[in-house]
T-cell receptor
Framework: AQSVTQLGSHVSVSEGALVLLRCNYS??????LFWYVQYPNQGLQLLLK??????LVKGINGFEAEFKKSETSFHLTKPSAHMSDAAEYFC????????????FGQGTELSVKP | EAQVTQNPRYLITVTGKKLTVTCSQN?????MSWYRQDPGLGLRQIYY???????DKGDVPEGYKVSRKEKRNFPLILESPSPNQTSLYFC??????????????FGQGTRLTVV
């Protein structure tokens, strides 16, 4: 079975500070991992994904994530937070069957203080 | 513009009154699915469809029905809604038959309240 755990349901940072959103996964097969962002009253939008190859993945809006197999982690980072980054962030793993169903973590709401 | 369109965006209904939430995508994707989002639980898959006339249960299918008569449409049907189906619902589609490495494209969501 596969699962995703996001540590911290709410994270608050100051504008310009480092953003770190934590995601740990469990998978018996090599995982395919995704980060999605949900802005208020909108659907989910893909930030970045890891399938194979380079373990440091760069996404949109200055975000990146590093796949660490030894730590079963896929943490999302951004060097300098912007007010527009305030949103809910979801980490997900896709299954090896059922057409690649996404299994989501609980979500982390990011607040950015001026 | 490539998109997944859900209607309605907001719906308040009473227990037991049948309703349908429509979903349409214009990207010619084979794979479509429905998720519900609840606080502290993330998104959970309700049903999915690998292609026309092919549907299957996800993780939380009880109380829901779907159909896939056309490639672009994937309606979600609640035959007899109950208050525990109050939630935020998302339709999603993916190309390549929903392979593991492909991203899902999401609609804007339908907030359903059952009283």
């Amino acid at each position: 079975a596969q699962s995703v755990t996001q540590l911290g349901s709410h994270v608050s940072v100051s504008e310009g500070a480092l953003v770190l959103l934590r995601c740990n996964y469990s998978s018996s097969v090599p995982p395919y991992l995704f980060w999605y962002v949900q802005y208020p009253n909108q659907g989910l939008q893909l930030l970045l994904k890891y399938t194979t190859g380079a373990t440091l993945v760069k996404g949109i809006n200055g975000f990146e994530a590093e796949f660490k197999k030894s730590e079963t982690s896929f943490h999302l980072t951004k060097p300098s937070a912007h007010m527009s980054d305030a949103a809910e962030y979801f980490c997900a793993v896709s299954t090896y069957n059922q057409g690649g169903k996404l299994i989501f973590g609980q979500g982390t709401e990011l607040s950015v203080k001026p | 513009e490539a998109q997944v369109t859900q209607n309605p965006r907001y719906l308040i209904t009473v227990t037991g009154k049948k309703l349908t939430v429509t979903c349409s995508q214009n990207m010619n994707h084979e794979y479509m699915s429905w998720y519900r989002q609840d606080p502290g639980l993330g998104l959970r898959q309700i049903y999915y469809s690998m292609n026309v006339e092919v549907t299957d249960k996800g993780d939380v299918p009880e109380g829901y029905k779907v159909s896939r008569k056309e490639k672009r449409n994937f309606p979600l049907i609640l035959e007899s809604p109950s208050p525990n189906q109050t939630s935020l619902y998302f339709c999603a589609s993916s190309p390549k038959g929903g392979k593991r490495d492909t991203e899902a494209f999401f609609g804007q969501g339908t907030r359903l309240t059952v009283v």
